[in-house]
C-alpha cells in the first residue's frame, strides 16, 4: 500500500508559476513510477506528466515545454514545476504511483493515488 499526499495548489494569475509536491509513504518510493494527472470540472482525469523510477520523464503534449516533473528519492517526493500557466491548466492535480517496469500513461494503469489539491488560473 502507498500513501499519497499533494500539496503547493493554489490561485495563479495566467502566466504565472505553481510547483506541487507529493510526499509518498508505505514503500520503496525510489521503485515508484509516478504521474501527475489532473481532471477539471465534468471531465475525465487527464495524464500530465510521468516519471519513471529509472529517471525518464513523459508529457502530454498539452503541457510540454511549460510543465516540469522531478523526483527526490531521498525525500520520497515528486514534484511538478508549472510555468506559463494558463486558464485551461485549472483542474485538480492527482498524483499518482505505479509499480513495474515500463511508462503507462492511462489513469487506470495507476494503482495508487492522493486526494488531489485544485489549482486555479486566473485570466
Known amino acids: 500500500q502507498v500513501q499519497l499526499i499533494e500539496s503547493g495548489g493554489g490561485l495563479v494569475q495566467a502566466g504565472g508559476s505553481l510547483r506541487l509536491s507529493c510526499e509518498a509513504s508505505g514503500r520503496t518510493f525510489s521503485r515508484l513510477n509516478m504521474g501527475w494527472f489532473r481532471q477539471a470540472p465534468g471531465k475525465e482525469r487527464n495524464f500530465v506528466a510521468t516519471i519513471t523510477w529509472m529517471n525518464n520523464t513523459y508529457y502530454s503534449d498539452s503541457v510540454k515545454g511549460r510543465f516540469t516533473i522531478s523526483r527526490d528519492d531521498d525525500k520520497n517526493q515528486v514534484y511538478l514545476q508549472m510555468n506559463s500557466l494558463k486558464p485551461e491548466d485549472t483542474a485538480v492535480y492527482y498524483c499518482?504511483?505505479?509499480?513495474?517496469?515500463?511508462?503507462?500513461?492511462?489513469?487506470?494503469?495507476?494503482?495508487?493515488w492522493g486526494q488531489g489539491t485544485q489549482v486555479t488560473v486566473s485570466s
Open positions: 499518482a504511483a505505479r509499480g513495474g517496469i515500463g511508462v503507462r500513461y492511462q489513469a487506470y494503469q495507476f494503482e495508487w
